[in-house]
C-alpha cells in the first residue's frame, strides 16, 4: 500500500481502518514504510464497524487534506463511508485499500464505478531496509497493485435467463464451420 502510495508520488495520507483485528495489524507497517518512503501520515482514524452515519469521522480526515487514503473496512462500513466523503465533497481523494477491498461483496456495497474510480486494492508485504532513491528501484519489489473491476459474463451460447441490467446483452458468435481444403 505504501509503496503504491510513493510510486505514484503521493506524499500525505490518512490511515481509515476499522477495528477489526485484523485491520489493526496494517496500521503500523504501512505507517512505518510510508514514512520511510518520505511520505507523511497526517491522521489515523479507527471507525467501529455497522455505524449508520461516519460524519464527524469524514470531517475529521477531510480537514487534513489528504493525497490519498489507505484503508480497510467492511464492507457496510465501506458503503456507508464512501458514501458520506462523496455527499462532503471528498470523493476525488484515492483510496488504497488490502485485498480485503477486491471481494466482490466489498465492491457491490461501494458500487463498482466508485470502485473504479476511486480505489485501488493491493496485495504483497512491506518494505524493510533503507528507502530506494530512485522509483525504479521498487519496481522489483513482490507488491501488485490491481484496479478492482466489474466482471462481465461472457456465455457461449444465448440464454434465456434474466441478466442483471449492468451486464452486456451482447453473445459470442457460434464457432464457423470448417472449411474444406481442395488439392
Wanted: charged share 15%; aromatic share 8%.
Amino acid at each position: 500500500m505504501a509503496l503504491y502510495a510513493h510510486l505514484h508520488h503521493y506524499t500525505r495520507a490518512v490511515m481509515l481502518f476499522y477495528s477489526d483485528p485484523a485491520a489493526q495489524t496494517f496500521l503500523k507497517p504501512v505507517s512505518t514504510t510510508f514514512t520511510k518512503l518520505g511520505g507523511t501520515i497526517l491522521k489515523t482514524v479507527i471507525v467501529t464497524p455497522d455505524q449508520t452515519s461516519y460524519v464527524s469521522q469524514v470531517r475529521s480526515v477531510l480537514a487534513t487534506h489528504p493525497q490519498v487514503i489507505f484503508t480497510q473496512e467492511d464492507p457496510p462500513t465501506a458503503a456507508v463511508l464512501f458514501r458520506e466523503f462523496k455527499q462532503l465533497g471528498g470523493q476525488n481523494i484515492p483510496w488504497i485499500g488490502t485485498d480485503v477491498t477486491s471481494g466482490s461483496d466489498y465492491l457491490k456495497a461501494i458500487g463498482y464505478s466508485t470502485a473504479h474510480a476511486h480505489l485501488i486494492s493491493v496485495f504483497g508485504t512491506s518494505i524493510t531496509g533503507t528507502a530506494p532513491v530512485r522509483s525504479s528501484a521498487c519496481s522489483t519489489s513482490s507488491t501488485r497493485a490491481r484496479r478492482p473491476r466489474a466482471r462481465s459474463p461472457t456465455p457461449t451460447t444465448p440464454t434465456t435467463r434474466s441478466s442483471p441490467s449492468h451486464w452486456p446483452t451482447t453473445t459470442r458468435r457460434p464457432p464457423a464451420a470448417p472449411r474444406s481444403r481442395m488439392t
